[in-house]
């Protein structure tokens, strides 16, 4: 599926990441008909967390709708680092286990980011393992991080010619920011990447053509900061109080703002997040058929 980039002065395309993410699932969906051997997941789950818990509740029912085998094995709240590291190193040497992912959170004072290092590479679908992270620089074949990967294919989808075009990330974690520069300079981008400590943030978003927003601050990334016809991908997740009193998810990117000048722009909800489960399941079917 692709979206054409806005005329100037028109509304911004919405880049539908649900709509991307079904077409990336019915062809999963093919691959895993066709494999003719078994795709499973393997999730662990650490205590009681109620989002963690409806999201491992629908992620198995993803699986089954994809023909993939959804394993969920279960920790007490209690656990400790010996426990949770133990039971990965255990799974790592299962051979039926080729598709491994960790639920978050974990207990407090627990190491997440030491946790997940335990994942053997070849098995980590979230791509959080530091080797495959490393691997995306070298452009090695690796398992690369799921919401970097979303974004990128949230880009191209939109025609986006990225050879030497200039490209603005906000924010650099680890698992997110990083990567996602990495990616595009992989493509050939000319790419800035943007911190907390970055002075005058909108004198480098107004230049690109690209723009990533995922600093995780509510409506960071106004209008008057876009370059018109810019492309714009919001990854923030972030839960703010509405008009009316009430809970409500928004971006990093100020939507209605935003749309207003810029070319294409993926929403929040119903953006990266659905693109990114896709991109998950995308990687556990790599995995279980290499």
Known sequence: MQFTVAAAGDPAVIIDGKKLSEQIRRSLAERVRGAGRPVRLDAILVGDDKSAAIYAENQAKTCADLGIEYVLHRLPAGSGYDEIAGRILLLNTDEQVKALMLHLP??????????????????????????????????????????????????????????????????????????????????????????????????????????????????????????????????????????????????????????AVAGAVSPVPGGVGPMTVAMLLRNCVDAALR
Do not use: H, W
Request: charged content about 20%.
């Open 106 to 259: 974990l207990p407090p004072n627990i190491d997440t980011e030491r946790i997940q290092s335990f994942i053997a590479p070849e098995k980590d679908i979230e791509g959080v393992n530091p080797a495959n992270i490393g691997n995306v620089v070298y452009g090695r074949r690796s398992l690369v991080p799921c919401t970097a990967l979303a974004a990128l294919e949230m880009i191209e989808s939109t025609r986006t010619l990225l050879p030497g075009a200039p490209c603005v990330v906000v924010g650099a974690s680890n698992i997110v920011g990083k990567p996602i520069a990495v990616l595009l300079m992989r493509a050939e981008a000319t790419v800035i990447s943007c911190n907390r400590f970055t002075p005058d943030l909108a004198e480098f978003t107004r230049v690109a053509d690209v723009l990533i927003a995922a600093a995780g601050v509510p409506n960071l990334i106004r209008g008057d900061m876009v370059k018109p016809g810019a492309v714009v991908i919001d990854i923030g997740i972030n839960r703010v109080k509405g008009p009316d009193g009430k809970m409500m998810t928004v971006g990093d990117v100020a939507f209605d703002e935003v749309r």
